[in-house]
T-cell receptor, first 115, second 114 residues
Framework: GAVVSQHPSRVICKSGTSVKIECRSL??????MFWYRQFPKKSLMLMAT?????????EQGVEKDKFLINHASLTLSTLTVTSAHPEDSSFYIC???????????FGPGTRLTVL | AQKITQTQPGMFVQEKEAVTLDCTYD???????LFWYKQPSSGEMIFLIY??????QNATEGRYSLNFQKARKSANLVISASQLGDSAMYFC???????????FGTGTRLKVLA
């Protein structure tokens, strides 16, 4: 089956620093990728839709200047948490849509801890 | 507005028994898909089963089956012959056809007892 990877799987950073998380589709092209955020023992909340070659579409309440998304190629989308604070600590999961088969696949997630 | 409701925050089941995880949904769209995902403690989302809104038969995938009752807007997951490895968080999700966005329920934590 199709594989989506995320890097890093776990990151700890100091408050005020920026953190970049990568989402890659390994064996298919993904014109659309999605970024979700999951608080402990909570559901996944869609943050934004990442479209290759264009600006991301953010969900209501998500700060676009805080969570920068870049989808520069058909296999890579990045989420940068700028000036991270402890409240940004969360589990971030991406999903990628296989344009050809119109199926979506989730990445394994990235656990961010901001000290 | 679309919404997924999972009313069981936690469930216990004895090994080898069957268990039903409830899911109800709300949408005014006619074309949509319903999904169940398993999330073990590692965090990855594992796809289990899919039901399209126009599918007349209930979906089945091995030990997983989806009890789809369209009039009641419910899409319950049935796991037969539970195994210890089934202990995880289970999420019901909906995707409106053409949008590609998932709407997730709050999840049910299943614990299988030996």
């Amino acid at each position: 089956g199709a594989v989506v990877s995320q890097h890093p799987s776990r990151v700890i950073c100091k408050s005020g620093t920026s953190v970049k998380i990568e989402c890659r589709s390994l064996d298919f092209q993904a014109t659309t990728m999605f970024w979700y955020r999951q608080f402990p023992k909570k559901s996944l909340m869609l943050m934004a839709t990442s479209n290759e070659g264009s600006k991301a579409t953010y969900e209501q309440g998500v700060e676009k200047d805080k969570f920068l998304i870049n989808h520069a190629s058909l296999t890579l989308s990045t989420l940068t948490v700028t000036s991270a604070h402890p409240e940004d600590s969360s589990f971030y999961i991406c999903s990628a849509r296989d344009s050809f088969y119109n199926e979506q696949f989730f990445g394994p997630g990235t656990r961010l801890t901001v000290l | 507005a679309q919404k997924i409701t999972q009313t069981q925050p936690g469930m216990f089941v004895q090994e080898k028994e069957a268990v039903t995880l409830d899911c109800t949904y709300d949408t005014s769209d006619q074309s949509y898909g319903l999904f169940w995902y398993k999330q073990p403690s590692s965090g990855e989302m594992i796809f289990l089963i899919y039901q399209g809104s126009y599918d007349e038969q209930n979906a089945t995938e091995g030990r997983y089956s989806l009890n789809f009752q369209k009039a009641r807007k419910s899409a319950n997951l049935v796991i037969s012959a539970s195994q210890l490895g089934d202990s995880a968080m289970y999420f019901c999700a909906m995707r409106i056809t053409g949008t590609y966005k998932y709407i997730f329920g709050t999840g049910t934590r299943l614990k299988v007892l030996a």
